[in-house]
């Protein structure tokens, strides 16, 4: 004997039996299912075939404490490729911030070669290397920075002076951006007026401006909320897709880690 499929309508009065009749939870919960249920059957792109923007061969580094030395970073080889979405993992003091800082020329290895976008950052000037992070590289931070006596627009319009962009090229950038990251409506607000998640918004879209190929985000979900967690993950990912740029975030929660392409574990300075 054969049983019936259920129906959508005994399926709805079945999740809203489950919420007590909470229509708002039950929608919540039906679209956060939804919501993962596509992201679980979309298709992985194979990005195997990209090109290389970032490259690290045999990379060292290490800090003086006291006198003794620290290992920070213990010959790390790896390439990230255009488009990829990475997670770096691993316990505190593994080594991921100064992995970041390498790979965004904000720090040198004591020996090993970091490439990024076909560059040995090695051999740069630091006028060189100041040129090379704001033409390629954002950088997200868990605190913000945003300047607070600036609107949201001068905020991010602010990275766009530096290179020189022409007015009305930042002004489309911005409010491309803000409507990218769901700000259009908070442009002319300082920064003690958005939330948490908005003024992570804000970062992300500032880094963003000046079009760069890598988004390095170091603990960018640190000071938000689980829900703004989420929401700010999915928008790297909604980055990656429209721009095709190369995403890398450090990150100690392994619910964010999941939502990267690839992870990267880290521990006493070492890929695990």
């Known amino acids: 004997m054969s049983t019936a499929s259920p129906t959508p309508d005994s399926q709805l009065a079945a999740v809203l039996d489950a919420f007590d009749g909470d229509a708002e939870a039950a929608a919540k919960a039906l679209r956060e299912l939804a919501h ?15 090109a290389v923007v970032v490259k690290l061969a045999n990379v060292n580094r290490e800090y003086k404490l006291g006198k003794n030395k620290v290992g920070a970073v213990r010959e790390v080889s790896l390439d990230l ?13 593994s080594g ?19 490439e990024v976008d076909g560059k040995d950052l090695s051999k740069l000037s630091d006028n060189k290397l100041s040129e090379f992070r704001n033409a390629t590289v954002g950088f997200v931070f868990q605190f913000f920075y945003l300047q607070p006596f600036l609107t949201v627009r001068t ?3 602010v990275p766009a002076m530096f290179a020189r962009l022409p007015r009305a090229d930042r002004a489309e950038r911005i409010t491309e951006l803000a409507e990218a990251v769901g700000m259009t409506d908070r442009l ?3 920064p003690k007026e958005l939330s948490g998640g908005q003024m992570q918004r804000a970062a992300i879209a500032r880094a963003l401006l000046n079009r760069p190929k890598l988004i390095l985000a170091d603990e960018p979900t640190g000071n938000v909320d689980r829900e703004n967690a989420k929401a700010i993950i999915e928008l790297f990912a909604k980055v990656r897709d429209k721009y095709d740029t190369t995403v890398v975030i450090v990150t100690h929660d392994p619910e964010v880690a ?3 392409d690839r992870t990267i574990s880290l521990r006493d300075g070492r890929i695990v």
Request: glycine letters at 12%; zero cysteines.
């Open 36 to 50: 993962n249920r596509q992201r679980e059957s979309a298709p992985v792109k194979d990005r195997s075939g990209a």
């Open 81 to 93: 490729r255009q488009g990829e979405f990475v997670a770096i993992t691993g316990p505190s003091g």
């Open 96 to 114: 991921k911030s100064t992995l970041l800082n390498l790979i965004g020329g904000l720090d040198k290895p004591d020996s090993g070669q970091v």
């Open 155 to 157: 905020n991010l319009e």
């Open 188 to 190: 002319n607000h300082l």
């Open 258 to 260: 999941n939502q990267a």
